[in-house]
């Protein structure tokens, strides 16, 4: 079907083989214009094979690329318009700042007194003015990972390609990049596809995140949605902590392997008897009596840790059938009120917030 | 990337070339091996195996035990100086390590001729100790003859290559990571079992190296046994070399040759496997 | 690092040891990432000696030739006055300059052929997937490791069979400096392509990568990335030929014809015709050329470059 397109990047059953292994599965994906869009998943999931087809270093078996609409199956990576932030950064240490963030612009023939201003302003933008003189090897890890984003932005591409940009840094450092990035794509306006394996950071930053797993899209969604609504165990327990209660769907329920049959929402396509797990995120948890409404389960706490925000409890229902409950230090900041080792506990959920999810 | 044709064609200037001038003129070896002389000395090609036979005949033996064992000697030598030197500058050169290693290397630049050439001046009849010696009044006539010895040849055969031992060594040396031989030291009780369980077993395969660019050439060698040594210090070099000259028989010269080749092939296949093969302690 | 358990022997018991891992945390000292020096207290003693005695061994015989290149006494063991007259003979021999001039035209030919056909064969071994890469590559070693005896007596029988074969169809073809050339080009090939080959997979891919994703064709990124980065091993592979073609002796002694013959072989001559101190003059004189060859070169270089980070090649 064509239509006009409003998509930046469309990939269309897009499938790439490395000698025996499938590194990306008939993906489809579709990346409008100006969206923070991650790939997360575990390393060898094909998020970064994918990335590199877009970019144009590795053909794809099958399935097509369109990037502004038009395929790019015979366009080499020096005529799309798309720009890669390296994982290794990949900066050319023989040139030094200056040079390395213009050098897309003077292969673009752009006249040099545009250069001056392009790359200038780049620089205050990334805070690296001071150092334009300075050669790679120079610079800092923090500093070296600016230029590389520098050097990719100046060009003004259509969708900036960014390869787990972050991993290198400290934590301290990671935070304040996650922000800044945020602020740039924001202010750029531009694309931005973000490869990553930090869920934490697919959170905080995208607007929308496609989950991989072994060369299959698992799921894309908005970060709310992968996270409360997760299609699949996978995703469940990729993103957050996940509580995954196994049972068998019976009676509009869920019979866990208490015996207990706890009502939940189930889905049209899952029929009686099928192997489920039911999906509950530890702060949709509450810790006391049954409130009416609310589906309720008996436990004993095997371990209790402070977190400073919120405590975390983990409480065992059954042998092998456990919950973490995450709750907020309100109302219980000091020890003596928190529940102890070996108390006897009624955890609690509103039905909504418990998925059902295939096994 | 770039199409894999063009890499792939980048290969053909140096292959051809090899194939030219290092493959093709040892087909003409072989042929010549097993050809025979016309009147005047020239090669002449033909069905003459013997000339195989003589490289094995019994007067030959000396030569070919004398050149092996010049060679294992030299490589002993050079293994045995050289590996404290690049121990030295590899542990405890700090910032001259460079500079170090840089003086090592730089007698190299001098001619391979001057070099054996020097030490005939030191070691000669009329050279610089026995004139020293001399004017000591410690001995005087007649000099004590240091060259025309096997002394003196392994000796200048030692000067030569020395820094192919220590390079290697010391790049093996450089590689390892300072901390193994920390925790040996916590391990082991004296310094030399250290170093004989963890440095040595490290540098493997910088010795191996070592040996082969110093063994290989050192078999091939003829100018150090013909200019600091005489008639009982020959080595294969000297026997092939004269086979070429005046009065000589170039199919025999041309057997040795490959007969030499041959040995020395099986050798650096051997190191290779060993190369590959998985060592004790990869670093 | 393979992580195999050490054997300890402690008197007669044999413990198994968990396996030595590098990580700073094991170990007694304070490290962090970067080598900290060993203190002086813990080198064996005769470390230093060994290495100060070798450094004399390395260097008494060329600073004795130097040495007796300006006696002007004939002898070799008695020192007379200083005096430049053995360099003065040098320059005033025709044969000499002659010998001179033709061994630094060999050297530069050799020079720039081999390194030109060495980057590519580097290229083509490191970038190729080809089944010829590996026949090419053992091809290569081969010819590096072969002494020059053997390699010198193949090229002699292969230029004096060319020479007779050609002879038929009326063309001279003997042995000469140009063959002196082939044979010197031959053997240098093998030592570029080491040494470039040996930077080029050092290079990280991703940087080509990046030219082209910035815009550069595979040509551009060739001239504006690899190249640039490539430089200092070809230079100093082109260096190294240089050298080693100009103080070659064996191939040459093998590949040369009647006339005039490269610097290494006169001196031979010389020596055989008779000892002269004539001969410490050229050899001292061979020296101080190619030193202060290599040194320029360093010079120009570290000019450009940053000087620490060349030094740090010469030790790789």
Request: aromatic fraction near 10%; glycine fraction near 8%.
């Amino acid at each position: 079907m064509t239509t006009a397109e409003s998509s930046t990047v469309r990939l269309e059953g897009v499938v790439k083989r490395f000698n025996t292994t499938t590194a990306v599965d008939n993906l489809n994906l579709e990346i409008g214009k100006g969206e923070f869009f991650s790939m997360l998943g575990p390393s060898g999931c094909g998020k970064t094979t994918t990335l590199r087809i877009i970019a144009g270093f590795e053909q794809p078996d099958e399935g097509s690329v369109f990037l502004e609409g038009r395929s790019v199956e015979n366009t080499p990576p020096y005529r799309r318009n798309v720009n890669t932030v390296f994982q290794s950064y990949a900066l050319f240490e023989h040139l030094n700042v200056w040079d390395n963030v213009a050098f897309g612009l003077r292969r673009k023939k752009v006249p040099e007194m545009e250069i001056r201003k392009r790359v200038g302003d780049m620089l205050e933008l990334v805070r690296l003015k001071q150092k334009a003189t300075s050669k790679p090897r120079q610079l800092s890890g923090g500093q070296q990972q600016r230029v590389a984003l520098g050097r990719a932005l100046v060009n003004l591409p259509a969708v900036l390609l960014l390869d787990e940009p972050l991993g290198a840094l400290d934590l301290q450092l990671r935070k304040q990049m996650q922000i800044e990035l945020k602020e740039i794509q924001r202010t750029v306006g531009i694309t931005f596809i973000y490869v990553t394996h930090d869920q934490e950071e697919a959170l905080t930053m995208s607007d929308r995140i496609a989950v991989m797993n072994e060369g299959l899209l698992q799921q894309c969604g908005s970060p709310e949605e992968i996270y409360e609504r997760p299609a699949n165990a996978f995703v469940a327990g990729f993103i957050g902590i996940s509580n995954l209660l196994s049972g068998e769907v019976q009676d509009h329920g869920v019979r866990l392997k208490t015996g207990q049959v706890i009502p939940a929402t189930i889905d049209a396509g899952i029929a009686a008897g099928e192997n489920v797990f039911v999906c509950v995120r530890p702060e949709k948890l509450r810790l006391g009596p049954k409130v009416d409404g609310q589906v309720s389960v008996e436990g004993t706490v095997v371990e209790t840790v402070y977190l400073g925000t919120a405590t975390q409890y983990m409480v065992e229902l059954a042998p092998g059938l456990r919950l973490v409950a995450i709750e907020n230090n309100v109302h219980t900041a000091t020890s003596d009120r928190r529940l102890a080792r070996g108390s006897k506990v009624s955890i609690g959920w509103l039905p909504e917030h418990g998925r059902v999810l295939r096994s | 990337m770039t199409s894999n044709r063009l890499w792939r064609l980048l290969l053909a200037p140096g292959a051809i070339w090899l194939l030219l001038l290092f493959v093709a003129p040892f087909g003409v070896v072989i042929a010549v091996s097993l050809g025979t002389t016309d009147f005047i000395g020239r090669p002449v090609f033909g069905w003459y195996p013997e000339n195989y036979q003589q490289v094995f005949d019994p007067i030959f033996i000396p030569v070919l035990v004398r050149t092996a064992a010049f060679a294992i000697g030299t490589t002993l030598l050079c293994l045995v100086i050289g590996y404290p030197v690049a121990y030295m500058i590899a542990r405890y050169g700090g910032r001259f390590r460079n500079l170090l290693i840089v003086l090592i290397i730089l007698p190299w630049f001098a001619d391979y001729l001057v070099r054996i050439y020097a030490w005939y001046v030191i070691l000669g009849n009329e050279g610089v100790v026995n004139g020293l010696l001399q004017a000591i009044g410690l001995h005087g006539n007649p000099p004590i003859t240091f060259v025309n010895t096997p002394f003196a040849v392994v000796g200048g055969l030692v000067y030569d290559y020395l820094p192919f031992m220590i390079l290697p060594i010391y790049a093996a040396l450089e590689r390892m990571d300072p901390s193994l031989i920390e925790a040996g030291k916590d391990l082991y009780g004296t310094p030399f079992q250290t170093f004989l369980n963890v440095t040595w077993p490290a540098t493997i395969q910088g010795v191996i190296a070592g040996a082969v660019l110093v063994g290989l050439p050192a078999v091939g060698d003829f100018a150090t046994a013909q200019i600091l040594g005489g008639p009982n210090t020959y080595m294969i070099g000297n026997l092939i070399n004269d086979q070429f000259t005046n009065g000589g028989y170039p199919p025999f010269g041309a057997a040795l040759t490959i007969v030499l080749m041959i040995l020395l092939s099986l050798l650096m296949v051997f190191y290779l496997r060993s190369a590959s093969a998985p060592s004790e302690a990869t670093i | 690092m393979s992580e195999r358990p050490q054997v300890l022997r402690a008197g007669s018991a044999v413990i198994e040891q968990p396996r030595i891992a590098a990580p700073a945390a094991q170990t007694s000292s304070i490290t962090t990432g970067r080598r900290r020096p060993p203190r002086g207290f813990d080198r064996p003693r005769f470390l230093p000696m060994v290495t100060a005695l070798v450094f004399i061994y390395l260097f008494a015989p060329i600073l004795v030739v130097t040495w007796f290149s300006f006696n002007s006494k004939q002898s070799l063991n008695v020192f007379g006055t200083p005096s430049l007259k053995w360099y003065d003979q040098l320059i005033h021999d025709p044969i000499i300059t002659g010998s001179l001039f033709a061994s630094v035209e060999i050297a530069l030919v050799t020079m720039v052929v081999s390194t030109v056909i060495g980057t590519l064969l580097a290229f083509g071994l490191v970038r190729a997937r080809s089944r010829f890469s590996r026949p090419t590559d053992i091809l290569m070693l081969l010819n590096l490791v072969s002494p020059e005896v053997v390699t010198g007596v193949a090229l002699l029988l292969v230029f004096s069979e060319a020479g007779g074969f050609l002879l038929q169809f009326g063309i001279q073809f003997g042995l000469s400096l140009t063959t002196v050339v082939l044979g010197h080009i031959t053997f240098s090939i093998a030592y570029v392509t080491i040494i470039v080959r040996g930077r080029l997979a050092a290079l990280n891919r991703e940087v080509e990568e990046a030219a082209l994703d910035l815009g550069a064709t595979n040509v551009g990124a060739m001239r504006l990335v690899t190249l640039p980065l490539l430089w200092p091993a070809i230079i100093a592979s082109g260096l190294l030929v240089f050298v080693m073609s100009f103080d070659d002796f064996i191939t040459s002694y093998f590949t040369t014809g009647v006339g005039v013959e490269p610097l290494p072989l006169r001196i031979y001559s010389m020596i055989h015709f008779g000892v002269t101190p004539e001969i410490n003059a050229v050899g001292t004189l061979m020296m101080v050329m190619t030193i202060a060859i290599v040194l320029a070169a360093l010079a120009l270089f570290t000019r450009q470059q940053n000087a620490r980070q060349e030094l740090a090649f010469l030790a790789e």
